[in-house]
């Protein structure tokens, strides 16, 4: 069983930054990719980016590419998401997800645990 509890969400300016973190409990940690998703309410769930699990790959979503940067420890069972620049459209709840193998996948059905969210607000 791998349980994730996020952490530094908060509100922001537009124009600031915010880091998100991910601690993981559990074995399965090591060996598995890791991901970050948003959702705004009303709307379905949204990569935001993902990290293979020796942390030399990631992927990004377009609207968040050079803004935002992805980092694990896997020392620590730790993923981070750096969110620099932030637009009033980053607004949403985050996710932090653990993959089902070491490989990034941009789909929700790629993970199989997910934290319970951190809520991001930026004003404008």
């Known amino acids: 069983q791998v349980q994730l509890a996020e952490s530094g969400g908060g509100l922001a300016q537009a124009g600031g930054s915010l880091r998100l973190s991910c601690a993981a409990s559990g074995r399965a940690f090591s060996g598995r990719a890791m991901g970050w998703f948003r959702q705004v309410p009303g709307k379905e769930r949204e990569f935001v980016a993902a990290?293979?699990?020796?942390?030399?790959?990631?992927n990004y979503t377009n609207s968040v590419k050079g803004r935002f940067t992805i980092s694990r420890d896997n020392a620590k069972n730790t993923v981070y998401l750096q969110m620099n620049n932030l637009r009033p459209e980053d607004t949403a709840i985050y996710y932090c997800?653990?993959?089902?193998?070491?490989?990034?996948?941009?789909?929700?059905?790629?993970?199989?645990?997910w934290g319970q969210g951190t809520q991001v607000t930026v004003s404008s």
């Open positions: 997800a653990a993959g089902e193998t070491q490989f990034m996948s941009v789909t929700s059905r790629s993970y199989d645990y």
């Open positions: 990290i293979m699990w020796s942390g030399r790959s990631t």
